[in-house]
Nanobody
Framework: QVQLVESGGGLVRPGGSLRLSCAAS????????YGWFRQAPGKEREGVSY????????YYEDSVKGRFTMSKDKAKRTVYLQMNALKPEDTATYYC????????????????????WGQGAPVNVSN
């Protein structure tokens, strides 16, 4: 059974850092593309990042470039989102997503119409 489980969310002050993890089970990481999207209350879903399961290439939404870094650990079957210099506008629930046909274009599409996604990890950037 395919499953994505996020962890690592929480409360952090502006300028702080958090690392989100997404543990994958039920399939080979190499055959899928992975990413993160977020949704804040009352706002539309927003794509954040993408990473290729094959070559590890990445792509980011403009507002997080230079602050967020996505990576993967094949041995641990986990993808990560390192978030630095967090801003209040980064507050949202963050979801991990995966799809066999995923590519960088999924970021602009908000990772809609994907095959797998997790339950979400809330991130609150506040004083």
């Amino acid at each position: 059974q395919v499953q994505l489980v996020e962890s690592g969310g929480g409360l952090v002050r502006p300028g702080g850092s958090l690392r989100l993890s997404c543990a994958a089970s039920g399939f080979n990481l190499d055959y899928l593309g992975y990413g993160w999207f977020r949704q804040a209350p009352g706002k539309e879903r927003e794509g954040v990042s993408y990473i290729s399961g094959r070559d590890g290439s990445t792509y980011y939404e403009d507002s997080v470039k230079g602050r967020f870094t996505m990576s993967k650990d094949k041995a641990k079957r986990t993808v990560y989102l390192q978030m630095n210099a967090l801003k209040p506008e980064d507050t949202a629930t963050y979801y991990c997503a995966a799809d066999p046909s995923a590519g960088p274009w999924h970021v602009a599409r908000g990772w809609t119409y994907v095959t797998f996604w997790g339950q979400g990890a809330p991130v609150n950037v506040s004083n």
